[in-house]
């Protein structure tokens, strides 16, 4: 007996767009429960014999009426029928399970009967048909209603092969099967490898997920060829969509890795070139190879700086290279590094010339130095540069800091008093820089003074700065005071006309007033209207009260602190370019705040500079003599101040008025590089002396502008024809200028489309290229077409360049070309 609790929605539903329904109860499962049925203002008639009586009720006598009009058994055919003239107006409802499924889903193409028959079970569920209804078109035929009811297994809206695909990929690789399980449950596993194998050419006796992931990575590794051209192109594309989309990304990573384990794919690259591998990025094995091999290369000079920067941009679109950026990074500077020693001679003709050439060219070694060692220190892959860094260390310290260090020292040797005419003294910072910026009306200034922030420090943050929009920054440098340490290079950048020791050398005396500490820098300052603040400060400080603090002050110095806090130590020495790294974050940031609160005039400056190498010093490095004196007031690793001071030729000896200071403290510093060897103290970071890196002190003037200067950078299609004629399309693509800080890097999607269908690949290109020669800024997008391209045959299709909306994952449009499609048949042996 079949319950009518089923049958009432539908009936009712019937009843809410016509007065008549007529019900065929061929087996009659109904006849005895009809009585029971519960319609409200519907009255039921059963139709025994009596078609007329029936037809003369609903149309004469209750012609307003509803009426349920139900006839169990074999209906009589054609004009046997006496009713057929109303049942062909009013439809015939049959509660036949099947074809109420049908009716509900609204889908009366043929074959939907034998879908819902054989997935009885599925149909079973109100909750999966809602979900299922949902998804359907009135068209969807047989395969499209059991790849949407695969989709409502899968718990998603989309019903492509691609998107069934990347579902239980990532389930897969979560080493999950709930999904794949459900699908296998309601029988629908057979249908969707019978798909795979269709539209992918996956075929197995037994198929699995397992063995579907190490078949796509087999092909993958073959180029998906394929004995007959073309078949594997959907699961080409498909593949390549897995990898790039966001959503799938990490999935097909780690199972690429596992694939990777199963086909043994290192060893068989163990013996590749690198120019075979530089544009594979199948599996992560590829990226060590590269890295390994770029390593090899650098250390043994087989390969020009050039090359080794060409292949590493070209790595930059592998799915992997996020993970090896630091390497990369370290690679790319012990890289430059050692091709810019392999040709430099340190000349030095005049004490001038040597800090014009240090401010113009030689600091750029001391900053690919300290470049490499943060990014090796930083990275997780350690172990390849284990033999770059010695390499590294080797012509940094002997052909870099030794040499120019005794050819500099002759220099030092030379001059009388300690100054230059190619750089001004630091002595002269606030009447040189800040006054300029003050004595014109209400004009404020900031000066933001940064402990140890080298010169090759200062030019990486002008360009950081350069890259934020509106900023400005231009980087000039002054000739430090010697000795070169934290107490007299911050009591010079003070207003003040006098300058010297104090008895005991510290405090320094500006203007015979102690200069040490934020409460005494604040006396100082008070005479121009100025005020001292810790940057923790101003970093921690409300937008609203930064502003009134600017606003009450002429000049506002800030002092930061993270390079000097952190080299001074013996203990944390070695982490001195973290320090940098962190320094050059906060200071953006500080600026960032500063600007924030209406200051335009902004300045970044620094007390002295540094030196420092990471491997520990030779004996060599330290001077063998001790400091000789009447009166020895302090003694540090790099600078004596004393009294009747004993000349010595390890030592510089200054008497005061010749670095122009007020005191009668004498000065020596160790010649060169050299040190003095002290108990505690550390020995790699050091400051003091005279050196190049602790006295080229950087000053760097920063504005924020009205309007926006950045951009990304122009990319322009080049079409070599207006036709695509087989199964694929290589397009010209040209950058059309350098990027630089304020012309920036482009990452673009190429795609081909017809109206909005995709009948493509979407290669993503990075157009990243800082080269003045146009020809090193062409690249090509190779564009690979769909089987479903040949529904398309002599239409007019679009090639897009797009590009990623900001913190979206939607696309825009950049560039588009039509193009007509006209392939012949012989094109479908192209591929």
């Given at each position: ?24 109860d061929t087996d009659c499962e109904y006849a005895s429960d009809l009585d029971a049925l519960d319609l409200a203002g519907v009255t039921t008639l059963r139709v025994e014999n009596n078609e007329y009586a029936v037809k003369n009720r609903v ?172 078949a594997l192109r959907n699961i080409q594309l498909d593949f390549a969509s897995l990898r790039n989309d966001r959503r799938s990304a990490d999935a097909l990573a780690t199972l690429a890795r596992r694939a990777s384990e199963s086909l043994n ?417 550390g020995s790699r970071f050091v400051h003091g002396g005279a050196s190049l890196q602790e006295v080229v002190v950087p000053v760097l003037t920063v504005n924020k502008k009205r309007k926006s200067d950045t951009r990304p950078v122009n990319v ?116």
């Open positions: 007996m079949s319950s009518l609790s089923a049958v009432l929605p539908h009936l009712e539903q019937r009843f809410e767009s016509q007065r008549l329904v007529f019900w065929h149309l004469h006598d209750e012609p307003a009426d509803r009426f349920l009009i139900y006839r169990a058994g074999v209906v009589p055919p054609d004009t046997g029928n006496w009713l057929l003239d109303l049942e062909l107006t009013y439809g015939v409802f049959t509660a036949d399970r099947t074809a109420l499924v049908r009716q509900e889903l609204g889908l009366t193409g043929s074959g939907i009967d034998d879908v819902v028959r054989n997935y009885e079970k599925f149909f079973r569920t109100a909750k999966r048909v809602q979900s299922l209804k949902a998804l359907l078109a009135a068209t969807d035929d047989p395969d499209k209603l059991r790849a949407k009811m695969c989709a409502v297994l899968l718990t998603q809206s989309k019903h492509s092969m691609l998107e069934l695909t990347r579902t239980l990929l990532i389930e897969n690789a979560r080493g999950a099967s709930d999904k794949y399980e459900a699908l296998a449950e309601q029988g629908l596993d057979v249908f969707h490898w019978a798909g795979t194998a269709k539209i992918y050419g996956y075929e197995a006796s037994e198929p699995s997920v397992d063995d579907f992931v190490l078949w796509m990575f087999r092909q993958a590794v073959d180029g998906f060829a394929s004995d007959t051209p073309g794919y290192a060893n068989s690259i163990e013996d590749a070139e690198l120019s075979d591998l530089v544009g594979n990025d199948l599996f992560e094995d590829v990226e060590r190879k590269v890295i390994s091999a770029l390593t090899h290369a650098i250390v043994g000079r087989t390969m020009s700086a050039r090359e080794v920067s060409e292949t590493i941009r070209a790595r930059q679109s592998s799915i992997w290279a996020d993970g090896y950026q630091r390497l990369y990074t370290a690679l790319g500077a012990a890289s430059d590094l050692l091709s810019e020693l392999a040709t430099a001679r340190f000349e030095i003709a005049s004490f001038n010339e040597g800090l014009d050439r240090y401010r113009k060219n030689w600091f750029r070694i001391d900053q690919l130095y300290r470049q490499f060692h943060f990014a090796a220190r930083t990275t997780e892959y350690a172990g390849p540069l284990e033999t770059l860094r010695a390499e590294v260390e080797k012509n940094y310290a002997n052909r870099f800091l030794y040499e120019l260090g005794n050819t500099w020292q002759q220099q030092v040797d030379a001059v009388d008093d300690w100054r230059s005419v190619t750089l001004r003294p630091q002595t002269s910072f606030f009447a040189d820089h800040v006054e300029p910026i003050v004595r014109k009306g209400n004009r404020k200034a900031v000066v933001i003074i940064s402990d140890a922030l080298r010169y090759e420090v200062a030019d990486e943050l002008r360009s950081r700065i350069r890259q934020e929009d509106r900023f400005d920054a231009t980087l000039g440098a002054m000739l430090g005071v010697i000795p070169s340490y934290t107490q007299l290079g911050m009591a010079a950048l003070l207003p003040h006309k006098t300058l010297g020791h104090s008895h005991d050398g510290d405090p320094v005396l500006v203007d015979g007033q102690r200069s040490d500490g934020t409460g005494n820098r604040n006396k100082v300052l008070a005479r121009v209207n100025g005020f001292a603040i810790q940057a923790e400060e101003v970093l921690a400080m409300p937008r609203g009260e930064l502003r009134e603090l600017y606003g009450a002050h002429q000049v506002l110095y800030v002092y930061h602190d993270r390079i000097d806090a952190t080299g001074d130590k013996a203990r944390t020495e070695r982490q001195v370019f973290e320090a940098a790294d962190d320094a050059l974050r906060d200071l953006v940031d500080l600026i960032k705040r500063l600007t924030n609160a209406n200051a335009t005039n902004i300045l970044v400056t620094a007390d002295h500079g540094f030196l420092y190498q990471d491997t520990a010093l030779a004996d060599a490095s330290y001077l063998s003599t001790k400091p000789q004196g009447d009166d020895l007031v302090v003694t540090n690793r790099r600078y004596v101040l004393g009294r009747g001071l004993k000349v010595d030729s390890a030592f510089r000896k200054f008497e005061p008025k010749q670095l122009g200071l007020s005191s009668d403290l004498e000065v020596q510093v160790p010649k060169s590089i050299h040190r003095l060897k002290l108990p505690g103290a322009e299609v080049l079409p070599e024809t207006d036709k695509i004629t087989t199964g694929q399309l290589v397009v010209k693509l040209f950058q059309s200028e350098p990027v630089s800080e304020k012309v920036q890097p482009r990452t673009l999607r190429a795609s081909i489309y017809i109206g909005e269908t995709l009948i493509s690949n979407q290669p993503e290109l990075i157009f990243d290229q800082p080269s003045d020669d146009k020809r090193d800024r062409y690249q090509s997008a190779r564009m690979l077409l769909s089987q479903d391209a040949n529904e398309f045959n002599n239409r007019s299709v679009e090639f897009r360049l797009e590009e990623q909306i900001p913190n979206t994952t939607q696309w825009r449009v950049y560039q588009r070309v039509q193009y007509l499609l006209k392939r012949s048949f012989t094109s479908d042996f192209d591929f």
